[in-house]
């Protein structure tokens, strides 16, 4: 059995997910790359194997609960634990907008791909994480989610951040003593979701990511964390 930290990583073929695989694969961690379109993912993995990084590929499309069992049984399988779930994954709906005009649905859509799924994900994934010396769940957040500065506009994924802090908030206090879960803000990066205008390099956006996986102490649980700092919910 590896001693390397075994690290789950939702929507890990591009942007914030990619660079916290590539990241962690550098520091050593075996890398569980997942991602929907495999296509995508094994594109990630050619692309880290190029820099003399290694990552395993597996598919996981988050909404579908199919798709996380199957990923359950693989990582069980192939290590009979985890360390470290990361989930990366989101949506950040072009239809979205203020509270007043925004579609149900979309609303609707944005809660499944951004609070919904982390919480199904991390239910299913709980069995192997009680089987780590140091589990940790990650939970990539957004200070748009934080009530403590919450504003009009993108009220959908405003409101599936703040769910998605509510859920870390539930389970740190279910798992404590069991498992480290956090919420993080990587702030604003230049990816295809924050765009060319954002104040981040990914790279900076996500060295917190890797902190909070493999160098935050055990006892930080239940916090909301942005660039190594706990920041108000
Ligand atoms: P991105 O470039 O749009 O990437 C989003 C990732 O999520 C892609 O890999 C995408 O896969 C994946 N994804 C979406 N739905 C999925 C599903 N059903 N199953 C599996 N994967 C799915 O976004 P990003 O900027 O890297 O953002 C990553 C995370 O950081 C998100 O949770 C976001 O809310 C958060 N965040 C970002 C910023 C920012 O400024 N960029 C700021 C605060 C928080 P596909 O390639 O298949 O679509």
Redesign the pocket.
């Given at each position: 059995m590896t001693e390397k930290p075994i690290i789950v990583v939702?929507?890990?073929?591009?942007?914030?997910?990619f660079e916290i695989c590539r990241q962690l694969a550098g520091r050593g961690a075996q890398v569980v790359l997942?991602?929907?379109?495999p296509e995508?993912g094994k594109e990630a993995v050619k692309k880290l194997a190029a820099q003399q990084l290694s990552a395993e590929f597996h598919s996981?499309?988050?909404?579908d609960p199919g798709s996380a069992r199957a990923l359950l049984d693989h990582v069980e399988r192939a290590f009979g634990r985890l360390d470290v779930l990361i989930y990366?994954?989101?949506?950040?709906p072009k239809e979205d907008s203020s509270g007043l005009n925004v579609e149900v649905e979309t609303v609707r859509t944005t809660l499944e791909?951004?609070m919904l799924?982390p919480l199904y994900l991390s239910q299913t994934m709980a069995p192997l994480l009680k089987r780590s010396r140091a589990a940790r769940i990650i939970n990539?957040?957004?200070?748009?989610g934080a009530l403590s500065e919450m504003q009009g506009d993108h009220a959908a994924?405003r409101i599936s951040?703040t769910a998605l802090n509510a859920v870390t908030a539930i389970l740190a206090a279910e798992l404590r003593g069991v498992a480290a879960v956090n919420s993080i803000?990587?702030?604003?990066?230049r990816?295809?979701?924050?765009g060319p205008n954002?104040e981040r390099d990914v790279s900076e956006?996500l060295a917190g990511a890797v902190w909070m996986a493999l160098d935050a102490p055990q006892s930080l649980t239940g916090k909301f964390v942005r660039d190594r700092e706990v920041i108000p919910w």
């Open positions: 939702t929507g890990g073929n591009r942007g914030i997910g997942t991602a929907r379109q995508a996981l499309n988050v909404t990366n994954a989101g949506i950040y791909t951004n799924a990539v957040s957004s200070g748009m994924y951040k803000c990587p702030g604003w990066v990816t295809d979701m924050g954002a956006g």
